[in-house]
């Protein structure tokens, strides 16, 4: 199969989250880098594009210089696919462009800094008949798609207790001065948007709970810390949860729980069984039981559904990690923009963009208005 | 050292319960059971009596019979201390006569059904200069007496995140109908009060915070879920916590979490490192370090506190069970009765009883009441 | 149930093991401790009794007075079972005394300093149609009944692969000149043996084989290590397995793996599935599948075989110790002196006490016959 | 940096270790690929080369017109460096040819079916001045190279046990009928060498005794099984091992464990500490100490060693995999080909093709001569 013509904004030299872009795209196997806006130094984007072989002609100064440039190329040559590894205050703005002219696009997470941007984009993706794939990494790992699967085949029954976590503790020294100029950055409103705990990591947790579980959150209870009065974001949190019918939940969310790392987790308990997963141990998903031994699944087994062996390219007991989850959702999205049927939940899509940023201006309105429920 | 002349109210030939206070009685090797109202049915009182060889004439009828016979005794055979494992709504008619006929008192838990009725005994006991015991099980545990002397050391700065829970699943087939009778009897307000999950089993995990930090937990805010109707009691529920000063935490608590057994677990975050100890593998504690490798601290080494090596007496590497961290309370009862100096923490009095109902209360009105903060 | 009248040799004031045996029989409900030979010192020994309410009249100096004082009471009130817990080369003149005598024995590991002593335990126990048990300990452990249980089953089929660990390391500091003192007397050949770390150690490894698969090993090929010439007795040690048929396995053990507590671990592989099981986390038992996900079997539940059921009192989820297997073994004694059918496997006798016997015998002869197989 | 111009031999279209190899090397991001002899099927070649957009000119169709067309080209132009991933008894004629023509050459492993083969290749290739990197894949993983880099440090002190097992169960079904075809190839001599279990995964456990240690094994002594009477290959052994000085260790291997993925574990015990670490958990490195709570060392921290750090790309927390470890032996190898100073241990080489052969040939040997000590 031929791969997809693919550029890139943002992502060039020394990049790392362009670089796992690319192992990602590697690993899909079905795009190649051909042009981009790869750095806002022009110089080191040519620079770049000399390593990795890339023609200087499509190596491009600025998003509109781009869109001309591209546009004016026969169909047949013109990049189809565009990655957006920007600043997360410029994704709306490059997400509008090349969507409006006709580009497939996948954006790293958060994928605005507000709904109404989300869901304008949405539009935009809808009438132009445009794939957006949203990098919310963690839904690319093989067991959290078998969870995803058997939870909807009815395996554990009808769910009534959800539990999702997202511990980091990076922030802990940056807050107690060891860090001050990172803190001015990381912590600062007009670059990171109104939250920096539930924006950045708690929306992951939310994101798992939903894609696992299909089901929607329908209100949300916040206490939010923002430990120290001089800084204006949350670092720190917990958010209750309230589902249809008589079903409750509760993320937690910390970027000063000292000593984790990416501590992610998911425990679904239903009528009849139960899941937990660790993002940290990704190849275990451990199935309980109402009175029976619990199991512990892993991927590269013909018992798998179809979905999670497709997403785990290794024999068993071969431990897969972030860029092959990363690799999952580049599969995904070759896979629709080449007009595939796609399984649900096989790559986020500014749906999943939108709820996102739903949940976290519900949270930060939790949290000012007192500790009450809002609406999602 | 001369044993104490032990009786017990309740516990008799086939309570689990009671055989558990013995053994832990045993391994304290300070008690020796020598009277007491092993039953309602007098004659298997009496059957029991006859296999533990025990003298007949200490085999009471009922409690009053007990003080009237006990109090006739010359004080050097009198019975000095008696451990209630009665029915919990018992606890308090049997603990205030005992104290007040100077009795010290081992008593299950809860404490009584009211905050106000644990005030009652506490004054009574005071007043009486007679020690209570409440026998919150896991604050025996070497590695959580370790946890509470090295946060109280400093060992992880000023504390800025706590997390708890308890989740069990035992309830999930009998409220799904598996077994009505028993649902009957442990959902029944009038036995059990006014609360099944965070009564019992929520309140462990809010003793653990307090026991091993040391702080005061000032508000609470719950929400919390029967899952049926016509079922009274809570069965689930997630509390969000406020302690002095911007330190928030959350205690998670459920009796229909599927598959779950006693998974008792605490995290506590500090400004230096944190620690995390989970019930269901009690010989571990984890200690993380801000930029540092993780610690596994285990029992039975000479780098442990005197209070954590005392309580475990076996080599390093002899997995301890739940017996032991019981039969470290009894220790630490006995060494009080014996007016020895013990470390604060020792084993949990009436003021650990009095805080659980105070906690037990404040959940359920913070529920009632529109999920608001309610004081503690 | 009446309880039995129970002696011990040894075991008095202060000695640890003693004091575990005594928190085993608790836990066991079916003994009671009416006499012994508790001390050396004729004095402490009477000062252990006071202690324990035990009657100064059944407190005897020597084995000898015991014999006579006890055979000189009538039946009804005659000690009925003895534990002996006197330091290892004394087991057999005890027991041996015991046996021809009438009693019961209850025996610490080693049985003996010789297979050929053991056999004439075994000759005079059977003779006289008394109980020998030998707290073989790990035995006793919930889930290592239930993996004996299904493998006796044919749940994992043909066994074709056996492995075998006990890893300690609490030699290390003592070969390397911390604790001379202590190095002479455990690492003394007139005090332990010919062995010390297959003797105390790898013997358990051994037991626990030929336990959880019902397979008698035929053949040892060994290579020991001392570590430094001036110490006379094996400290590591790694032992190739012949058994039946085409099967192989081996234990490895060692008193120097620095870290190491109480390693125990067995793993047995067949056609159809395995087992995995480790005594620092004992009441897990991981059984593999071919082609399905594990499954991890804990105690406490219905699906369990009774065996394993009867073996556990606590509900799911409360961790049980090392104390509770050792009080399985004493629970199995009890039923066998009652004449009550036991499952094959309820306690370790004196057939256990000479097949390890037998393996240190011959690993240290294959060692020192240039790492040969030898016959067991 | 321009990469290097990277051909293959073996690996086309379908290939899964060939896109293995892909994946590492956009990792290592330092290679690319624009030749080769990617298929016996040279129109399958042909269409990978479409897909990879290769031109055309430089897809051959063996290895001889491969050497004759890059040699005519340009040195500016011309392939430097080949990996081959071709059957196994393959390896040597190609590694011979192209290291004889001046091409740098990465290796799948076994890197020959016998060791004088091996040596022939290190000869030609020390005389042509050119880097041999053999993908003994394990040791590219970050926590390994810190566990290499704290024992040549002295963190563990001297060395006094060591314990390497490498269990798998894939051969189960086919042993025992469930695939006879695939035993028919599996386990052909002709086409696997002399040996299967140790021949393919208990040399992997031997590589990484020597690589984390920097010892040399002197001699071992094993015993094979081959389970049935008509399969001519070890599946399932155990082999004892001497080093220098009073040192033993311990190798398990087999292909019949059943239930087991890649099962490879190492375990060194030293006179201060030991180490232990896990493939299927790759990322913790267990680290124990004499008489002070055990350590878990994991990637991304500022605390390991250089060595580590460069090893790990990703911040603390994010899971890496095998191609993660995979890329770190190209990287390894493009140091080399640079002429950059590398690390001891940054990839192994021809030295470890050898000593990897020459444990196998001993191993045979040793099992069939009566399992007697071998020299290696």
Known sequence: MKKFRWGMIGGGKGAFIGGAHRIAAKIANSFELVGGVFDVDFERAKEFAREEDIDFRRVYPDIDSFLLGESGMPVSERIQVVSIVTPNFLHFVHAKKLLSKGYHVIC?????????????????????????????????????????????SGAIGTI?????????????????????????????PKVAGISSCMGD??????????????????????????????????IDGNVLLKFDENLTGVIRSSQIATGEENNLQISVYGTEGAFHWEQENPNVLKMMHEGAPFEIIKPGYDYLSDFARESHVLPPGHPEGIYEAFGNLYKGAAKAIRGEKTVPGQ???????????????AVVKSNSEGNSWIDL
Not at 115 to 137: D, G, P, Q, R, W
Not at 203 to 231: C, D, R, W
Not at 347 to 361: A, S
């Open 160 to 188: 009534q207790r959800i539990d999702a976590q997202y511990l980091q503790g990076w922030i802990n020294p940056i807050i107690h001065g060891g860090n001050a100029k990172l803190a001015v950055w990381r912590l600062d």
């Open 347 to 361: 790559f986020p899509g500014i749906e999943e963009g939108i709820r996102g940023m739903r949940f976290i201006e």
């Open 201 to 234: 990591i708690g929306v992951h947790a939310f994101n798992m709970i939903e894609y696992t579980t299909g089901l929607k959150i329908k209100q949300v209870l916040a206490v939010l810390s923002t430990l120290k009065p001089e800084n204006p974001l949350d």
């Open 108 to 152: 790293e997470k958060p994928v605005t800094l507000t709904s109404s941007e989300a869901i304008e984009l949405k539009e935009i993706a809808e009438k132009n008949n445009l794939v957006f794939c949203l990098t919310h990494t963690y839904t690319g790992y093989p067991m959290v798609r078998e969870m995803k699967h058997r939870i909807e």
